[in-house]
């Protein structure tokens, strides 16, 4: 039995769902963050359980092939990315080995249903959307990432996931905010000015920025500081302020006031423009996003007669794809911001075979139904807490013959096909999607279709 703080040799055998490296320590499994293949390491036990405990490497005594050159072996060191000690063609494997295993134990299907997992064209520097915290180092205003399992921040030299343009806006920030001497946040004591910072980019190489902060009203000082920002960075088309006095870990306040430029962002995809405000859900990685889509659209058949929901639409990039094929879209979000944009942008791109539902998929899926409107197929593309089974379970009732589930969580997805090859729907295959390079993240499209009796 291995004990606290005890330091161990290991041979990481395999990459278990979660991202984290498996070994055995006199049979007894011993799990390891930042661990790849073939790895052979020194490492310190943190916890320990009944059947197993988990360790941090202290050093590596022999690399395996599938790691990155160079000693780094901490998540820090990577600034803050669980993936990036392994090399690209590996990250790829292990998803595709991740989604296989939780597909087999959660969702009781067969491994071979899941396909390679398909690579991203930008493995560096592809989100459009990052938030950083603020926090102070030896009395300098910084931002960055959350340790592990702690919300101490620490800097990172450059954000490899964030875009260019976004780091280029955050550091700008931050040296008008030291040169000022802004107060930072401080969530034990509620006090203190500055929260996060929000930038949001698109595919024409202009930004977003979004401050938010503790503070009830807008102050004359900050918003001169942040009018400072344009002359510097003529990327920028908006620049937003958002108030939040909470005690949460919720990061956007209630009021997010544009004080300079457009109030939305535009982002071109599939030849449809579309409008991207603070708090709207868009795919973070616009390149993958449009194959992400585009095998989701092709695994309906005959669409142009069918009446198709896309439930959790988000500003509706789904749903507006699906219209030009099909006869009738019903989006469901319950976002107003994110329903309201994608309505603006349904009206400006003259598409108008889709309704924009703001309310609860269970609620707004129920009323559908309740007033007797053909649904021929769904697209589900839910939160990481998957979709709730009562509507699983109303979709298999009234016979919905096809669904197509987008995830961002294999193992929710695996538990919510379980539930519908219950219902008597099969399920077709699985294709894993890396949208997240350098994470242990993995987004997943599987076909649902009714067995006909």
């Not at 929710?412 to 099969?426: F, H, N, P, S, V």
Request: hydrophobic content about 40%.
């Amino acid at each position: 039995m291995v004990k606290l703080s005890q330091k161990i040799e290991l041979t990481i055998d395999k990459i278990v769902f979660g991202g984290e490296g498996l070994g055995y320590f006199q049979e007894f499994a011993i799990f390891v963050p930042m661990a790849t293949i073939g790895d052979v390491v020194e490492a310190e036990v943190i916890s320990v359980k009944k059947h197993y405990a988990r360790a941090l490497i202290s050093k590596i005594i022999k690399v395996g092939k599938d790691r990155v050159e160079g000693n780094r072996i901490s998540f820090e060191e990577f600034q803050g990315c669980d993936f990036a000690m392994a090399k690209y063609e590996a990250q790829l494997q292990y998803k595709t080995a991740m989604v296989k295993e939780v597909m087999e134990r959660i969702g009781k299907l067969n491994s071979n249903l899941v396909l390679d997992c398909i690579a991203s064209p930008e493995e560096k520097h592809y989100r459009n959307k990052v938030i950083e915290p603020f926090s102070k180092h030896k009395g300098k205003i910084i931002t960055g990432f959350f340790q592990r399992r702690s919300h101490e921040v620490f800097e990172v030299e450059e954000n490899m996931l964030n875009s260019k343009l976004g780091n280029k806006i955050i550091e700008t920030f931050k040296q008008y905010a030291n040169q000022e001497k802004l107060s930072v946040y401080d969530e034990k004591k509620h006090q203190g000015l500055l929260r996060n910072i929000m930038i949001r980019t698109n595919s024409s190489q202009e930004a977003m920025l979004v401050l938010i902060v503790n503070a009830k009203k807008i102050e004359e000082s900050l918003k001169k500081i942040l009018l400072q920002m344009p002359k510097n960075i003529p990327e920028l088309k908006s620049i937003y302020l958002s108030l939040n006095t909470r005690k949460t870990n919720v990061v956007l306040g209630d009021k997010n006031i544009c004080i300079w430029g457009e109030k939305t962002l535009k982002e071109e995809l599939f030849g449809i423009h579309f409008h991207i405000s603070p708090s709207s859900f868009f795919q973070i990685n616009v390149p993958q996003t449009k194959h992400l889509y585009e095998k989701a659209l092709s695994l309906i058949p005959k669409i142009e007669n069918k009446n198709v929901v896309d439930a959790y639409s988000g500003t509706g990039t789904i749903g507006m794809l699906l219209s030009r094929k099909a006869k009738k879209v019903y989006a469901i979000e319950i976002v107003e911001s994110a329903s309201r944009d994608g309505a603006k942008t349904a009206k400006e791109n003259h598409i108008d075979n889709i309704e924009f539902i703001c309310g609860p998929v269970e609620v707004e899926l129920d009323r559908l139904l309740e007033e007797g409107k053909n649904l021929d197929a769904i697209v589900f593309d839910p939160p990481r807490k998957g979709i709730e089974e009562s509507i699983l379970r109303k979709v298999a009732e009234v016979g919905i013959p096809e669904m197509v589930y987008i995830s961002c969580n294999p193992s929710t997805l695996a538990r919510d096909l379980k539930i519908m090859a219950e219902c008597g729907y099969q399920v077709g295959e699985i294709q894993p999607f890396d949208m997240f390079p350098q994470t242990s993240h993995v987004e997943c499209i599987a076909l649902i279709q009714r067995v006909k009796s």
